[in-house]
T-cell receptor, first 113, second 110 residues
Framework: ETGVTQSPTHLIKTRGQQVTLRCSSQ?????VSWYQQALGQGPQFIFQ???????GRGNFPPRFSGLQFPNYSSELNVNALELDDSALYLCASSLARNTGELFFGEGSRLTVL | LAKTTQPISMDSYEGQEVNITCSHNNIATNDYITWYQQFPSQGPRFIIQ???TKVTNEVASLFIPADRKSSTLSLPRVSLSDTAVYYC???????????FGAGTRLTVKP
């Protein structure tokens, strides 16, 4: 158990819809990172939030956006869903923004039909 | 950000030592090296992190040569429960970007 919780665990959407995924970070962690993991592949870095501001971004289009709240929990929003967005979305929290020691949640499995 | 290359898969037997090597030829001066373990349908779990030379904790050792162009994760006396995918990552301190490669699927046999 890492203390990082994600919701929902599973969801199904249709192409063109919007989705919001939520993450509660481990107590004391001020940094949250989001990853997308397609089946059979390694996680791909989407972005990181540190103290409510975006602090790094991977190669994802602007329709992937996020928020971090004062309690350091976070949301990942994806607009105009595409079939290729079907994946496991992982949230990870950490004590600092430039550390390699991330604590991952169990993920949210998104299926886009 | 430095790209990492690992073997796609490895097999081992219970009780053996397993060494998984990762290449990261373009590693930058301030980048760090981290290894994760992932079981199916679970989030990755941190194993060990290092910058240079050797690091050891209760579950693994990490060997990094002087040129830092590669690193080796060493798992002593593996068991069946060590069957998982192992990822080598190079972390960019400047851009806070940490990218996973394709990983190495380790299968431990009885």
């Amino acid at each position: 158990e890492t203390g990082v919780t994600q919701s929902p665990t599973h969801l199904i959407k249709t192409r063109g819809q919007q989705v919001t995924l939520r993450c509660s970070s481990q107590s004391g962690h001020n940094t949250v990172s989001w990853y997308q993991q397609a089946l059979g592949q390694g996680p791909q870095f989407i972005f990181q939030y540190y103290r409510e501001e975006e602090n790094g971004r991977g190669n994802f289009p602007p329709r992937f956006s996020g928020l971090q709240f004062p309690n350091y929990s976070s949301e990942l929003n994806v607009n105009a869903l595409e079939l290729d967005d079907s994946a496991l979305y992982l949230c990870a929290s950490s004590l600092a923004r430039n550390t390699g020691e991330l604590f991952f949640g169990e993920g949210s499995r998104l299926t886009v039909l | 950000l430095a790209k990492t290359t690992q073997p796609i898969s490895m097999d081992s037997y219970e009780g053996q030592e397993v060494n998984i090597t990762c290449s990261h030829n373009n590693i930058a001066t301030n980048d760090y090296i981290t290894w994760y373990q992932q079981f199916p349908s679970q989030g990755p779990r941190f194993i060990i992190q290092g910058y240079k030379t050797k690091v050891t904790n209760e579950v693994a050792s990490l060997f990094i040569p002087a040129d830092r162009k590669s690193s080796t994760l060493s798992l002593p006396r593996v068991s069946l429960s060590d069957t998982a995918v192992y990822y080598c990552l190079v972390g960019d301190r400047v851009n806070n970007d940490m990218r996973f490669g394709a990983g190495t699927r380790l299968t431990v046999k009885p």
